[in-house]
Structures are given as structure tokens and as C-alpha cells.
């Protein structure tokens, strides 16, 4: 099982800044197959980025993903927080089985 | 528009079955991959199990293996998840989600339904 862990686990950030949230696995993954979501409370997870760099459809370019060559570390970066951004996300590994998920990183208004 | 809706979540006793079901609309449901994903109250997202589009091949979460039976019926653009000795453990939200790229068993999901509640208590 290809376990995900995410850093830091709260970010406490201003609107207009920069978030950088961290995705480290504990094998390598290809980057076909690492996803980013964010979530808010009372609603279901909403796909952002896939194929560790693409977005998905309507997401805006605030928001991109990277991987790094060894296949473990991955980063999405918020370029300016919006009011709206301020939310859970995680990360998820669904190229074979067990998908995983990573535990979580709280974006929190500072 | 694409709507994924569950339904059959409610409270069981440990060791009760439930079956739970997903209707979807929108898309052209025989051509996907589905999942259910579950979320027990205030903690992270968990994969539990998915299914091809043409139902020949299922996967499961080690902690629902032998317990939980994911189906589908294209017919009907219905997809379950059959629930037997559930566990206290088994408390959550859970919710079906629809695979972004059509016939691809490992794609990432790019649509959600709202979760139906499972609490599994005495």
C-alpha cells in the first residue's frame, strides 16, 4: 500500500498569499496517477488537480501541481488565496489498488 | 449536467447488512469506472472499493474485503454497495464517485454525490 503523507498539517495563511501544501509517498508513484482535492465542510471533495499537473475542468490557474523526478514528492500551489480557498485538502494516489488518500492539510485563514 | 445521488444510509446494529445505492444521470454510466469513497465524522477521505464499467472486475479496501460486494446495474445507472457484518468502525459518509476518463479502471474521479450517512451502533 502506497501510504501518502501530507505537510504541514495547518496552514495558516492571509488571502493574496501563496500556499505551497506538500504530498510525500512512501514508494514511488507515477505522476499519471497523484490527484489533488479540496473539500469544505458539508460538502463532497472536489477534484482540482490530476495526473499530478492538470487541472481539472473549471479549476482556475491559481492552482497548479508538480512532481519531482523520483516519483514521491509532490506540491500543489495556491498562487493568491482566495476567500474561497480556505478549505481541506488532500492528496490521492489512485493508480492501482488500494487508492489512498493523504491524511490532510488544513488551509486556514490567518 | 452530471448527478450522482445515494441513497440507504441509516443506523444498523454491529453485525447488520445494508446495501447502498447511487443514481447516476447525466453521462453515459456503462462507459465509467465508479467508486465509493467514505468519510467517518470529522476525519479523512477513505477509498473503499470500485468497479469497471462492464462490472467484470471489482476492487477493495483491506479493512472491507470479504465483507463489503460493490455491483452494478447499467441498465438501471445504478451502482451499489452491498454491507454485511458491519463494524462500529464502519461509521461514516459514504459517497459513490464517477471516474473522470471513460474505460480506464485506474483514473482519478472527478464527480461526487452528496454521501449518504451510515452509523453502525447498538
Known amino acids: 500500500e502506497i501510504v501518502l503523507t501530507q505537510s504541514p498539517g495547518t496552514l495558516s495563511l492571509s488571502p493574496g498569499e501563496r500556499a505551497t501544501l506538500s504530498c510525500r509517498a512512501s514508494?514511488?508513484?507515477?505522476?499519471?496517477?497523484l490527484a489533488w482535492f479540496h473539500q469544505k465542510p458539508g460538502q463532497p471533495p472536489r477534484l482540482l488537480i490530476y495526473a499530478a499537473s492538470s487541472r481539472a475542468t473549471g479549476i482556475p490557474d491559481r492552482f497548479s501541481g508538480s512532481g519531482s523526478g523520483s516519483g514521491t514528492d509532490f506540491t500543489l500551489t495556491i498562487s493568491r488565496l482566495e476567500p474561497e480557498d480556505f478549505a481541506m485538502y488532500y492528496c490521492?494516489?489512485?493508480?492501482?489498488?488500494?487508492?489512498?488518500f493523504g491524511q490532510g492539510t488544513k488551509v486556514e485563514i490567518k | 449536467e452530471v448527478q450522482l445521488v445515494e441513497s440507504g444510509g441509516v443506523v444498523v446494529q454491529p453485525g447488520g447488512s445494508l446495501r447502498l445505492s447511487c443514481a447516476a444521470s447525466?453521462?453515459?454510466?456503462?462507459?465509467?469506472?465508479m467508486s465509493w469513497v467514505r468519510q467517518a465524522p470529522g476525519k479523512g477521505l477513505e477509498w473503499v472499493s470500485l468497479i469497471r464499467w462492464d462490472g467484470f472486475s471489482t476492487y477493495y479496501a483491506a479493512s472491507v474485503k470479504g465483507r463489503f460486494t460493490i455491483s452494478r446495474d447499467n441498465s438501471k445507472n445504478s451502482l451499489y454497495l452491498q454491507m454485511n457484518s458491519l463494524r462500529t468502525e464502519d461509521t461514516a459518509l459514504y459517497y459513490c464517485a464517477k471516474a473522470i476518463r471513460d474505460f480506464d479502471l485506474w483514473s482519478a474521479t472527478d464527480y461526487w454525490g452528496q454521501g449518504t450517512l451510515v452509523t453502525v451502533s447498538s
Open positions: 490521492h494516489h489512485y493508480g492501482s489498488s488500494p487508492k489512498t
Open positions: 514508494q514511488s508513484v507515477s505522476s499519471s496517477y
Open positions: 447525466g453521462f453515459s454510466f456503462e462507459d465509467y469506472t
